[in-house]
């Protein structure tokens, strides 16, 4: 299936040939058969010549109702473009032209009606000038077809020029996550919530779970053109019965998406693609995308580019067709593609005309999205509709952006980090009891994920060894502590359970940190109770517990290792985490080992 939306001044024929085409009126209102003119939305199908499926979305030509047209508009991906012969080229021709110029459509075609109405000159004169407005927009030349409803003239011949359409339609993606632009809801008994739309990208099937605003909505029918389905492919006219949301909850202009597929985008950065100047903007207009109206407030950034700040959040991607629409002026103020979402603050003087001149030019490729951020999680890239993010190398690269564990790094802050990681480092040495940096240390300095830290250790030509981070020529030592370290060290040598009282410790300058050191470095043991012992005390200690005949006691094992209760007791609660000695019963032990 394909789909296309009708474009128009008001009263130019355009449902009148979509009921010609399809047999269906497209008008559902009984005031727009009252007033004889489209006020809303209309849908209605057709089979083509060649059998394909083709839907219309049926747009409202007035002005007063621009918002809904663009609605229609928005997520259709050709148009057919209708202009009398009687009345010719009018207002709402133009501004019509000039969305469908601001979204980028590029498949398209243009049906002359009434051309029983008009002369044959006539007709080449409206032909004239709609070769003249389509000529500088998206659209090029599009073919043009005469018409008309009341004789049939030129019908058949449209049937194959919609058929022609279809067949240069690029060929839309079932792959990749759905976002779904509704631009209806109500309520069926039975059938429970109900909401249509045109689905472009990806697909929907019963069962699927989708996010709406925040909501999970579970898919119990699908329809696409009133015939029940397992499952929509794009691009197509889709129902869908929903649960777990109420009709309140789904109004024109909500997405439903594939769950974790897409950023909430509350601030964008966009450059202008047509229409009028940035800096000629009311403060707030409203922007159009998909079946959404948002207004935004706008901060030119140059007459190109600006930045926007929306009153709601709506999921955009990178490369996002979008509308300005100033609606205090009653016109299309410009068309805009989206360059960044959620796009770093600006507030240093000059920072707008700065940020200006780093978007010249942008296309949605990682490395430049991520030159906005320094680092950023895969995850939020792809969901940002960055592209590229698969062929990125994995390892850190001075040059070009790299994913790793996760994140994609910018080459600057790739070399950024990995140059104060060093200094890092450095300054660290200096301190003779370090035994190197820790990688919590160095995220928290670097301000970067700690994940990322052994990575830009290797990079910077650093080492990680045992959880610490150190300079190739690292050396390990005590400095001025060693001296006092080799006294403890000979003491207990001869009497390997006579650690020392904590004045001693003071009087050599041992503090806690430089016991803490020696000990890392396998030097010395500390247990609770402020107690050094030699490292090889718990063996040494367990070789006098085996002479003992049976379960002893803490009495006999001080005797045995010819010590102090201040170090028998942590000594055998050491043996006992160990699992070296196990008590059986509240006063004695035994060897387990």
Same mark, same amino acid.
């Given at each position: 299936m394909r789909v296309v939306a009708t474009a128009g001044h008001v009263d130019h024929g355009k449902s009148a040939l979509v009921r010609a085409l399809t047999g269906t009126d497209p008008d559902r209102l009984e005031e727009e058969h009252r007033r004889g003119l489209t006020i809303d939305l209309g849908y209605a199908g057709m089979r083509l010549p060649s059998g394909q499926p083709l839907a219309f979305v049926d747009v409202p030509g007035h002005r007063r109702f621009i918002g809904n047209m663009l609605a229609g508009l928005g997520p259709a991906p050709a148009v057919v473009f209708v202009v009398a012969a009687d009345q010719g080229w009018q207002a709402q021709s133009s501004e019509h032209l000039e969305a469908i110029d601001a979204l980028g459509l590029s498949d398209g075609l243009v049906a002359i009606t009434r051309a029983d109405l008009a002369t044959d000159e006539r007709i080449a004169q409206v032909r004239a000038d709609i070769e003249a407005a389509f000529a500088p927009t998206s659209l090029g030349r599009p073919p043009v077809v005469v018409t008309s409803t009341r004789t049939g003239q030129g019908l058949d011949t449209l049937r194959t020029s919609l058929d022609d359409l279809v067949a240069r339609m690029p060929t839309p993606s079932t792959e990749g996550p759905v976002r779904f632009w509704i631009d209806r809801s109500f309520t069926i008994a039975g059938a429970g919530t109900v909401v249509t739309g045109t689905l472009a990208a990806g697909e929907i099937g019963l069962g699927d779970r989708l996010d709406i605003d925040g909501r999970e909505a579970t898919v119990r029918s699908v329809q696409v053109l009133g015939a029940a389905t397992d499952r929509a492919a794009p691009v197509s006219r889709v129902a869908l019965g929903l649960r777990g949301v109420s009709v309140d909850d789904v109004p024109r202009g909500t997405a439903a998406l594939t769950p974790? !597929? *897409?950023?909430?985008?509350?601030?964008?950065?966009?450059?202008?693609?047509?229409?009028?100047?940035?800096?000629?903007?009311?403060?707030?207009?409203?922007?159009?995308?998909?079946?959404?109206?948002?207004?935004?407030?706008?901060?030119?950034?140059?007459?190109?580019?600006?930045?926007?700040?929306?009153?709601?959040?709506?999921?955009?991607?990178?490369?996002?067709?979008?509308?300005?629409?100033?609606?205090?002026?009653?016109?299309? *103020?410009?068309?805009?593609?989206?360059?960044?979402?959620?796009?770093?603050?600006? !507030? $240093?003087?000059?920072?707008?005309?700065?940020?200006?001149?780093?978007?010249?030019?942008?296309?949605?490729?990682?490395?430049?999205?991520?030159?906005?951020?320094? #680092? @950023?999680?895969?995850?939020?890239?792809?969901?940002?509709?960055?592209?590229? =993010?698969?062929?990125?190398?994995?390892?850190?690269?001075?040059?070009?952006?790299?994913?790793?564990?996760?994140?994609?790094?910018?080459?600057?802050?790739?070399?950024?980090?990995?140059?104060?990681?060093?200094?890092?480092? @450095?300054?660290?040495?200096?301190?003779?009891?370090?035994?190197?940096?820790?990688?919590?240390?160095?995220?928290?300095?670097?301000?970067?994920?700690?994940? =990322?830290?052994?990575?830009? #250790?290797?990079?910077?030509?650093?080492?990680?060894?045992?959880? $610490?981070?150190? !300079?190739?020529?690292?050396?390990?030592?005590?400095?001025?502590?060693? @001296?006092?370290?080799?006294?403890?060290?000979?003491?207990?040598?001869?009497?390997?359970?006579?650690?020392?009282?904590?004045?001693?410790?003071?009087?050599?300058?041992?503090?806690?940190?430089?016991?803490?050191?020696?000990?890392?470095?396998?030097?010395?043991?500390?247990?609770?109770?402020?107690?050094?012992?030699?490292?090889?005390?718990?063996?040494?200690?367990?070789?006098?517990? #085996?002479?003992?005949?049976?379960?002893?006691? @803490?009495?006999?094992?001080?005797?045995?290792?010819?010590? !102090?209760?201040?170090?028998?007791?942590?000594?055998?609660? *050491?043996?006992?985490?160990?699992?070296?000695?196990?008590?059986?019963?509240?006063?004695?032990?035994?060897?387990?080992?």
């Open positions: 974790d !597929s *897409h950023l909430l985008a509350t601030v964008i950065d966009v450059c202008r693609t047509g229409g009028r100047a940035w800096s000629d903007a009311a403060p707030e207009i409203t922007l159009h995308v998909g079946t959404a109206a948002v207004p935004v407030r706008v901060r030119p950034l140059d007459d190109d580019h600006a930045r926007l700040r929306l009153d709601t959040p709506v999921p955009l991607r990178l490369g996002d067709r979008v509308i300005l629409r100033d609606p205090s002026a009653g016109r299309i *103020h410009c068309g805009a593609t989206v360059l960044a979402i959620d796009p770093p603050e600006l !507030s $240093r003087r000059g920072a707008a005309r700065r940020r200006a001149r780093d978007l010249q030019g942008r296309g949605t490729s990682v490395g430049e999205i991520v030159a906005d951020h320094g #680092a @950023a999680p895969l995850e939020r890239l792809r969901r940002e509709g960055a592209t590229g =993010l698969d062929t990125l190398p994995t390892t850190l690269d001075d040059n070009h952006a790299a994913r790793v564990h996760g994140w994609v790094i910018a080459p600057e802050r790739t070399r950024d980090w990995a140059a104060r990681l060093q200094e890092l480092v @450095a300054q660290d040495a200096t301190d003779p009891l370090s035994d190197g940096l820790s990688p919590a240390r160095a995220a928290h300095a670097l301000h970067a994920p700690e994940q =990322l830290v052994p990575a830009l #250790a290797a990079h910077a030509g650093l080492t990680l060894v045992d959880g $610490r981070i150190r !300079s190739a020529d690292h050396r390990t030592g005590l400095g001025a502590h060693e @001296a006092a370290v080799n006294v403890i060290r000979e003491r207990l040598r001869d009497k390997p359970f006579d650690a020392p009282e904590a004045d001693e410790l003071a009087e050599l300058g041992l503090d806690a940190r430089a016991l803490a050191t020696a000990e890392r470095r396998g030097l010395l043991l500390r247990l609770p109770g402020g107690i050094v012992l030699l490292p090889d005390a718990p063996a040494r200690a367990m070789r006098a517990l #085996a002479a003992l005949d049976g379960p002893f006691t @803490a009495s006999q094992a001080k005797a045995a290792w010819q010590t !102090s209760r201040r170090v028998a007791i942590p000594l055998l609660e *050491h043996l006992d985490e160990r699992r070296w000695t196990r008590r059986v019963d509240p006063t004695h032990r035994v060897v387990v080992r």
